[in-house]
C-alpha cells in the first residue's frame, strides 16, 4: 500500500519559504518518479514539478521554475519542495504523488497521493 506523509506546510509572508517533505512506504521510492501537485482555494488540480527516481531529471511548471527546487534522498525515501520567494498565487493545499506527472497529465486524486500540506502566503 503506497503511503506519502507531507509535512512542512505553513504560513508565510509574501518573499518567504518553506520546505515540504513528503515521507514515502509501501514502494520502492528508488524506482518510481515523484511529483507535486497543488490545489488553490476554490480551484482545480494544478501540476508543479516532477523528478525523475535518480533526481537527475526534473521538470517545473512555468509560474514555480527559478522559485521551487524538487528533490529526493532515496536513502530516507524523502521527497522534497524547497519554494522561495512565495507568493499570495502560490497559497494552495500542495500533495506528493507517486509517478511521473506533465502539465499535460489529466490530473486525478487516487491512492498515489499523499494527504496534503496547506501553504499560506499572506502578508
Known amino acids: 500500500e503506497v503511503q506519502l506523509v507531507e509535512s512542512g506546510g505553513g504560513s508565510v509572508q509574501p518573499g518567504g519559504s518553506l520546505r515540504f517533505s513528503c515521507a514515502a512506504s509501501?514502494?520502492?521510492?528508488?524506482?518510481?518518479?515523484m511529483s507535486w501537485v497543488r490545489q488553490a482555494p476554490g480551484k482545480g488540480l494544478e501540476w508543479v514539478s516532477a523528478?525523475?527516481?535518480?533526481?537527475?531529471?526534473?521538470d517545473y511548471a512555468h509560474f514555480v521554475k527559478g522559485r521551487f527546487t524538487n528533490s529526493r534522498d532515496n536513502a530516507k525515501n524523502t521527497l522534497y519542495l524547497q519554494m522561495n520567494s512565495l507568493k499570495p498565487g502560490d497559497t494552495a493545499v500542495y500533495y506528493c504523488?507517486?509517478?511521473?506527472?506533465?502539465?499535460?497529465?489529466?490530473?486525478?486524486?487516487?491512492?498515489?497521493w499523499g494527504q496534503g500540506t496547506q501553504v499560506t502566503v499572506s502578508s
Open positions: 504523488v507517486k509517478g511521473w506527472l506533465s502539465s499535460w497529465t489529466v490530473l486525478k486524486k487516487n491512492d498515489d
Open positions: 523528478i525523475g527516481s535518480g533526481g537527475g531529471i526534473t
Open positions: 509501501g514502494f520502492t521510492f528508488s524506482r518510481s518518479a
